[in-house]
């Protein structure tokens, strides 16, 4: 798996943006899936994540619960991170990864095994 992320830019607080992370080379078939962010001079820091056994469930951090939206797309081999209402705090570096994570680990860094180049998500009070 290899993943391409895309969407970011410079939005307004309450503003909107819809970041997308597309796979090449394979699908996301028998993986999870998750977005971290690293502000400056801050950790990576778990967003979200959707993990895909069967049937699907979501998780995410409770800085952005209620804002962001994870979903996907098999057909596309495309993951999205629909964010709405965002805040100054939400700037970063937003990274899409996929892997397969035990049970109890979906929001650790260290389960991701693939990673894409990150998008910039600035937003300005």
């Known amino acids: 798996v290899q993943l391409q992320a895309s969407g970011g830019g410079l939005v307004q607080a309450g503003g909107s943006l819809r970041l997308s992370c597309t796979s090449s080379?394979?699908?996301?078939?028998?993986?999870?899936t998750a977005w971290f962010r690293q502000a400056p001079g801050k950790e990576r820091e778990f967003v979200s994540a959707f993990r895909w056994s069967g049937g699907s469930t979501e998780y995410y951090a409770d800085a952005v619960k209620g804002r962001f939206t994870a979903s996907r797309d098999r057909a596309k081999n495309t993951m999205y991170l629909q964010m709405n209402s965002l805040k100054p705090e939400d700037t970063a570096i937003y990274y899409c990864a996929a892997g397969r994570p035990i049970i109890g680990a979906i929001r650790e860094r260290t389960s991701y095994n693939t990673w894409g180049q990150g998008t910039l998500v600035t937003v300005s009070s």
């Open positions: 080379g394979s699908t996301f078939a028998g993986y999870s």
